[in-house]
């Protein structure tokens, strides 16, 4: 158990459907990410959190897309108008950043998204 | 922008022999990190490297960092039914915290 929640597990909606995701991190870990995998991909970076500030988004990230983490502890992330492309597992991980070197990302278990 | 890529994409090796994906980014990376992620799991990290030519063990796992910053490997030795899993590298640029994943490559055993 990494510590990393995330809730739903799972999501199947239609296409249109706007769908919102939690992820509760390590409590002591102050950097959040979100990440993007298809069936066969390494995780594609989506974006990040240091605290409540979000440092980084994807280019490859559309406007349908929004992520907040408003307290600096839970963050949530918003697909609005979902399309079938957007069908892939949502991981959430955190890390304590406290120097000026990347540290390990620790992984929640992710939301599976079907959009049908 | 960056690319990582993984060789081989996929392994089947019997169980005892030994495996090596080896990791390459497009750019310098400031360091590179390798996760292991179980069927149906999560990645989980392994390992951090950072200085050029860096070397480091854990157990029957080597890890290797290229003179250049380019490159890395993953060895294992004497595979076990317990390292099947998909092995990626994750690669970070000077300045930024952003992770790149490598295309990642797939281990199964033959017991």
């Keep these: 158990d990494t510590g990393v929640s995330q809730d739903p597990r799972h999501k199947i909606t239609k296409r249109g459907q706007n769908v919102t995701f939690r992820c509760d991190p390590i409590s ?3 950097r959040l990410y979100w990440y993007r995998q298809t069936l066969g991909q390494g995780p594609e970076f989506l974006t990040y959190f240091q605290n ?9 990230l559309s406007d349908r897309f929004s992520a907040e983490r408003p307290k600096g502890s839970f963050s949530t992330l918003e697909i609005q108008r979902t399309e079938q492309g957007d069908s892939a597992m949502y991981l959430c991980a955190s890390s304590l950043f406290a120097s000026s070197e990347p540290h390990e990302q620790f992984f929640g278990p992710g939301t599976r998204l079907t959009v049908l | ?31 590179i990190q390798w996760y292991k992620q179980r069927p149906g799991g999560h990645p989980v990290f392994l390992i951090q490297l950072v200085k050029s030519g860096e070397v480091k063990k854990q157990k029957r796992l080597t890890f290797q960092f290229g003179e250049a910053k380019k490159n ?7 595979t076990q039914t317990t390292d099947v899993g998909t092995y990626f590298c994750a690669g970070t640029n000077f300045g930024n915290e952003k992770l790149t994943f490598g295309t990642g490559t797939r281990l199964t055993i033959i017991p």
């Design chain 1, 52 to 60: 409540e500030a979000q440092l980084e988004k994807s280019r490859l």
């Design chain 1, 28 to 30: 002591e870990h102050n």
């Design chain 2, 1 to 31: 922008g960056q690319q990582v890529m993984q060789i081989p994409q996929y392994q089947h090796v019997q169980e005892g022999e030994d495996f090596t994906t080896y990791c390459n980014s497009s750019t310098t990376l400031s360091n």
């Design chain 2, 72 to 78: 890395s490997s993953l060895h294992i030795t004497a």
